[in-house]
C-alpha cells in the first residue's frame, strides 16, 4: 500500500529500491511492472485514501475477470450454457473471490491474460497484441503466454493453416514492449533515465532469482491444484470470537476442476478448444515449478479459469450432474465465504472449515 500511496503522490521512492520503508512493517514494491499499482493509485487519487478507493479496482477487474472468462469459454466453444457454466463457477470461487478484494496484481494480471488467450484464439493479433502487454505491464509472469503462443503458432503452421506472420510477429512483439515501456511514463517523468530502467530490472531479477526467504504457507506449483496449502492474510481476535482473510479456494472447484482436466485427458477428448487449455492452463503455471523463490497459492489464479472453463465442458457433456454441482458449489462458496472476508466467527467453530491437516 506504501507504494500506491507513493505512486498517488508522484512520490520517486515507489521506483526506487534503496529507500527504507516508510512505516513499521511495510516496504515499497518494486519487483513487479507499475500497471496495476498505477490503476490502483489512480482510485486513490479519485476517491480519496479510503477502504473503498483500495478494493474497488480489484472488485471491478474481478467482474471483468467473470466476463472475461466467459467470452473466452464462447470464443472456444461456441456455446453459451457451457461459457455462462464457467463464468458462474468462477464467480463461486473464494480464490478469486478473496484476491478481487484486496490491493494486489493478481487479480489485473488475470484479466488481462484471459482478454490477451481470448483474441489469440480469434487471431485479433493487434488485440492479443494489446492484452498482452498490458499483462506483462502488471507481472512478469505474462511472460508463460509467449510458450502458449508459439506452441500453438507451431502446429498451427504445420497444419497449414498460419496466416499473415510479419503482422504477428508484430502484434506480439513490438506492441506488448511498447505498451510494457510505455507503463513507466511516470517514471521517466519523475527524472530517472533508460539507465535507472535498466538498473531497476537488474535489481527485480536478482531479488527474483536469488530470494533464499522461506514462509510458513509457502506452496509449491504442483501442490496448487489440490489446494494443499492456502494463505493466512489477515487476522483480527475479539474476546470470543475471531476473524480472517484466508486464502482458501472453493475445494469443489479445485478438485472438480482437477478431475475434470484428468477425465478429459483420460477420455481423449482432445478437440482443438480442449487442447489449446490444456496448453494454456499447464504452460500457465506449471513452469512456476522451476522458480528459484518461494511461492503461494494465489500465483495458480491466472491458470484457475482454464481449468474453470474444462470443467464447464465436462458439465456440459453430462447435463445431469450439472445442477447438482452448481447448486454443491455454491452451498460451499457460501460456506466458507466467512473464512475469506474476515466475519467473525467462534473461535471454537474454526475447526469445521479445516478439512485438510495442511490447512491449519
Given at each position: ?29 518494486w519487483?513487479?511492472?507499475?500497471l ?5 493509485a ?52 473464494n480464490?478469486?473471490l ?38 506483462l ?6 511472460v ?7 506452441l500453438?503458432?507451431l502446429?498451427?503452421?504445420r ?6 506472420p ?6 506480439l ?18 527524472g ?13 531479477w536478482?531479488?527474483q ?25 489477515y ?7 475471531i476473524?480472517?482473510?484466508y ?20 477420455k ?35 491458470a484457475l479459469?482454464?481449468l474453470?472453463i474444462?470443467?464447464?465442458?465436462t458439465?456440459n457433456r ?43
Amino acid at each position: 500500500m506504501v507504494t500506491i500511496k507513493a505512486y498517488a503522490q508522484n512520490n520517486p521512492a515507489g521506483y526506487e529500491w534503496w529507500h527504507q520503508p516508510p512505516e513499521p512493517n511495510t516496504a515499497y514494491e518494486w519487483l513487479h511492472p507499475p500497471l496495476a499499482k498505477l490503476i490502483q493509485a489512480s482510485s486513490v487519487k479519485v476517491f480519496g485514501n479510503t477502504s473503498f478507493a483500495w478494493r474497488f479496482p480489484s472488485a471491478l477487474f474481478g467482474v471483468l475477470s467473470v466476463t472475461a472468462v466467459y467470452f473466452l469459454a464462447l470464443t472456444l466453444f461456441k456455446s453459451r450454457p457451457i461459457a455462462l457454466t464457467a463464468a458462474l463457477i468462477l464467480s463461486l470461487d473464494n480464490l478469486h473471490l478473496t484476491m478481487s478484494r484486496i490491493t494486489m496484481n493478481d487479480i489485473f494480471v488475470t484479466t488481462f491474460i484471459l482478454l490477451a488467450l481470448t483474441f489469440f484464439f480469434k487471431k485479433s493479433w493487434y488485440l492479443t497484441g494489446l492484452f498482452t502487454g498490458l499483462a506483462l505491464a502488471t507481472k512478469h509472469s505474462a511472460v508463460f503466454l509467449y510458450p502458449i503462443f508459439t506452441l500453438w503458432l507451431l502446429w498451427s503452421a504445420r497444419a497449414g493453416t498460419l496466416r499473415a506472420p510479419f503482422k504477428i510477429i508484430y502484434s506480439l512483439t513490438v506492441i506488448p514492449l511498447a505498451i510494457y515501456f510505455m507503463s513507466f511514463i511516470q517514471f521517466f517523468f519523475q527524472g530517472h533515465s533508460l539507465t535507472d530502467f535498466w538498473h531497476l530490472h537488474q535489481q527485480i531479477w536478482w531479488y527474483q532469482t536469488g530470494l533464499k526467504a522461506s514462509h510458513s504457507y509457502q506452496s509449491t506449483a504442483l501442490t496448487w491444484p489440490l489446494l494443499v496449502r492456502p494463505v493466512w492474510f489477515y487476522v483480527k481476535y475479539f474476546p470470543d470470537k475471531i476473524a480472517h482473510i484466508y486464502n482458501l479456494g472453493n475445494p469443489l472447484v479445485f478438485w472438480g476442476g482437477a478431475a475434470a482436466a484428468a477425465y478429459t485427458i483420460f477420455k481423449r477428448r482432445f478437440i482443438q478448444p480442449v487442447i489449446f487449455l490444456l496448453l494454456s492452463y499447464g504452460l500457465l503455471f506449471l513452469p512456476l515449478g522451476l522458480s528459484p523463490r518461494i511461492l503461494f497459492l494465489h500465483h495458480y489464479l491466472p491458470a484457475l479459469p482454464l481449468l474453470i472453463i474444462i470443467l464447464a465442458y465436462t458439465l456440459n457433456r453430462h447435463k445431469k450432474f450439472r445442477p447438482w454441482f452448481l447448486i454443491l458449489t455454491a452451498v460451499t462458496f457460501f460456506f466458507f465465504y466467512p473464512l475469506n472476508t474476515a466475519l467473525p466467527l467462534p473461535a471454537d467453530w474454526l475447526k469445521y472449515w479445516f478439512w485438510l491437516p495442511s490447512w491449519r
